[in-house]
């Protein structure tokens, strides 16, 4: 008898917005999606369609917040968590240089809104993560039970690439804050064999694979999958950058057995975000 279809958890999305989506930053992106024109207004339906094709039952849907302010607010993903709270999870985004209010932020967002976890990118701060900066949320997230998000690796958006570097950034964090789980999203290329190393060294650090499809994963994530690190890799597409249908069909070409496919695409998800 067949295994039942597993159900699936996407770890990183975003509901855009044309403010967003157009952005100067964001040129390589909307090249890459062949991308010309900028819709008014960009409707919940739009990301739940892709949810809904794809057969994904829960996706965490998260904030951005950058140098500028928000670039996707909280209050927003809060009202669409709130409007689709069988589909949808948040995950916070806060200001950086502001230490205590983004603390503050934080707590709220986790015990009001019922947010999952925090997420901070380091390339659009221009700050690595090992900056004293981000040590007071480290703090936070461990108190509050949530995970600390982030992208490793290359940019695609047109900023500078080396804070995603994961070695000696987020070794570093991993060093000093073992209680702290990390969801490190991008796989880390060109860095991929750093980022599977801290992954197989610290027992609280992941890797999600937003941003690539499985045809592009390298040889070391795929070895991680198949063997004794598959509790370590949890799904993500980084929609709307790339659809995660497309994602999902390549999956059977990686040959993985029935408990790595339910372990990266719910089950790590589910343990890692509490949900």
Same mark, same amino acid.
């Given at each position: 008898?067949? *295994?039942?279809? @597993?159900?699936?958890?996407?770890?990183?999305?975003?509901?855009?917005?044309?403010?967003?989506?157009?952005?100067?930053?964001?040129?390589? &992106?909307? /090249?890459?999606?062949?991308?010309? *024109?900028?819709?008014?207004?960009?409707?919940? *339906?739009?990301?739940?369609?892709?949810? %809904?094709?794809?057969?994904?039952? /829960?996706?965490?849907?998260?904030?951005?917040?950058?140098?500028?302010?928000?670039?996707?607010?909280? %209050?927003?993903?809060?009202?669409?968590?709130?409007?689709?709270?069988?589909?949808?999870?948040?995950?916070?985004?806060?200001?950086? /240089?502001?230490?205590?209010?983004?603390?503050?932020?934080?707590?709220?967002?986790?015990?009001?809104?019922?947010?999952?976890?925090?997420?901070?990118?380091?390339?659009?701060? *221009?700050?690595?993560? %090992?900056?004293? &900066?981000?040590?007071?949320?480290?703090?936070?997230?461990?108190?509050?039970?949530?995970?600390?998000?982030?992208?490793?690796?290359?940019?695609?958006?047109?900023? @500078?690439?080396?804070?995603?570097?994961?070695?000696?950034?987020?070794?570093?964090?991993?060093?000093?804050?073992?209680?702290?789980?990390?969801?490190?999203?991008?796989?880390?290329? @060109?860095?991929?064999?750093?980022?599977?190393?801290?992954?197989?060294?610290?027992?609280?650090?992941?890797?999600?694979?937003?941003?690539? /499809?499985?045809?592009?994963?390298?040889?070391?994530?795929?070895?991680?999958?198949?063997?004794?690190?598959?509790?370590?890799?949890?799904?993500?597409?980084?929609?709307?950058?790339? =659809?995660?249908?497309?994602?999902?069909?390549?999956?059977?070409?990686?040959?993985?057995?029935?408990?790595?496919?339910?372990?990266?695409?719910? %089950? =790590?998800?589910?343990?890692?975000?509490?949900?």
């Amino acid at each position: 008898m067949n *295994e039942p279809q @597993p159900q699936i958890i996407d770890a990183w999305i975003q509901h855009p917005t044309p403010e967003f989506l157009g952005r100067d930053m964001f040129a390589s &992106l909307r /090249r890459w999606l062949g991308i010309t *024109e900028l819709p008014d207004s960009i409707p919940p *339906e739009f990301t739940l369609m892709a949810l %809904d094709a794809a057969g994904i039952q /829960r996706a965490l849907v998260s904030a951005w917040w950058g140098p500028d302010g928000p670039l996707l607010s909280n %209050d927003d993903v809060a009202a669409l968590v709130a409007a689709h709270p069988d589909r949808l999870t948040g995950i916070a985004s806060v200001d950086l /240089r502001r230490p205590m209010q983004a603390v503050a932020e934080l707590r709220r967002r986790v015990t009001e809104d019922g947010f999952r976890g925090l997420r901070l990118l380091p390339w659009l701060w *221009e700050l690595a993560p %090992d900056d004293r &900066l981000y040590y007071p949320l480290y703090a936070a997230c461990v108190e509050l039970g949530v995970p600390f998000c982030l992208q490793v690796g290359h940019t695609g958006p047109l900023m @500078p690439s080396e804070f995603g570097r994961p070695i000696p950034h987020l070794e570093r964090v991993a060093l000093d804050f073992p209680e702290l789980t990390i969801v490190a999203g991008h796989i880390g290329a @060109p860095w991929t064999a750093e980022m599977v190393f801290l992954a197989r060294k610290f027992d609280n650090v992941y890797i999600d694979t937003s941003a690539y /499809r499985p045809s592009r994963y390298p040889a070391e994530l795929v070895d991680l999958l198949r063997s004794g690190g598959r509790r370590k890799v949890l799904f993500g597409s980084n929609w709307p950058m790339i =659809n995660p249908s497309s994602c999902l069909s390549q999956l059977p070409a990686l040959g993985l057995d029935d408990e790595a496919t339910r372990m990266f695409l719910h %089950d =790590n998800a589910a343990r890692v975000f509490g949900i």
